[in-house]
């Protein structure tokens, strides 16, 4: 499994708008939405999902970068949606500093393992500081892409 078999290149946010952790939930929701990932119908069952998640423990785990996720009845496939802050995030991360990169996961609830795999997948890639730096630089959705893309073929040293 790779980033780009995760990530729906069409749910990037190079600027995020918001600036509170909810917020920026909703928007990376509504980002799916807008891909066709999910209908409107769930947008609110996927966000208070997330929410709820999140309130047993915080998804930021440190160096600027956060991994809200949640499996869920009704979802097709794995589907992640990146998220960058220029300003950052209070995430409530574990090293108590704010979020600049957000992938926020969701995925069917009857595939755990799948689940699991991707969560490896985007926690390799975001453990690398070199990846967390072009990440944090790119200014557009084709950035995010071209970044995933050189992640995938192992072009990016740590």
Not at 61 to 84: D, E, S
């Amino acid at each position: 499994m790779n980033l780009l078999e995760i990530v729906n290149t069409d749910a990037i946010i190079p600027e995020l708008a918001s600036s509170s952790r909810d917020e920026v939930i909703g928007e990376l929701v509504n980002k799916f939405i807008e891909a066709k990932v999910i209908t409107q119908d769930q947008r609110e069952d996927i966000i208070e999902a997330v929410l709820e998640r999140e309130r047993k423990g915080s998804t930021g785990f440190g160096r600027g970068v956060a991994i809200p996720h949640v499996k869920l009845k009704g979802i097709a496939g794995m589907n992640a949606a990146v998220g960058i802050s220029q300003g950052g995030i209070d995430f409530s991360a574990l090293d108590k500093q704010p979020v600049y990169s957000v992938f926020l996961l969701i995925s069917p609830a009857d595939d755990p393992e799948q689940h699991l795999k991707a969560m490896e997948v985007i926690f390799k890639n975001l453990s690398n500081q070199t990846f967390r730096k072009f990440l944090r630089q790119s200014s557009s959705k084709q950035d995010v892409i071209t970044l995933l893309e050189d992640a995938d073929a192992d072009k990016i040293a740590n």
